[in-house]
Nanobody
Framework: VQLQAYGGGLVQAGGSLRLSCAAS????????MGWFRQAAGKEREFVAS????????YYADSVKGRFTISRDGVKNTVYLQMNSLKPEDTALYYC????????????????WGHGTQVTVSS
């Protein structure tokens, strides 16, 4: 599967953005899908994940209640709706796919798209 993330940009604190991850080659329902982010000088970290079946989602504590992961099987796209953005959400955001056990560890994800930059100004 090939993944293409887009939708990043510059937004003021308190604003919203929706990231999209378009998949090609296989359907997103074939994989557990995840969003990760990497801020400058920091390690890549887990943000959110949705189970292959679509029945379960999981979020990092830092984004819980503000971010929502979802998917559209018709468009073969996974989304990350980000509300109430904070400057500390500034990072390069990546989407990834995992064929195996649903996991939060980035090492479990075999397929990665290029990142999309999100910058939140204070």
């Amino acid at each position: 599967v090939q993944l293409q993330a887009y939708g990043g940009g510059l937004v003021q604190a308190g604003g919203s953005l929706r990231l999209s991850c378009a998949a090609s080659g296989r359907t997103v329902s074939s994989y557990h899908m995840g969003w990760f982010r990497q801020a400058a000088g920091k390690e890549r970290e887990f943000v959110a994940s949705i189970r292959r079946t679509g029945e379960s989602t999981y979020y990092a504590d830092s984004v819980k209640g503000r971010f929502t992961i979802s998917r559209d099987g018709v468009k073969n796209t996974v989304y990350l709706q980000m509300n109430s953005l904070k400057p500390e959400d500034t990072a390069l955001y990546y989407c990834a796919a995992n064929r195996g056990t649903w996991a939060l560890n980035l090492r479990e994800y075999e397929y990665w798209g290029h990142g999309t930059q999100v910058t939140v100004s204070s």
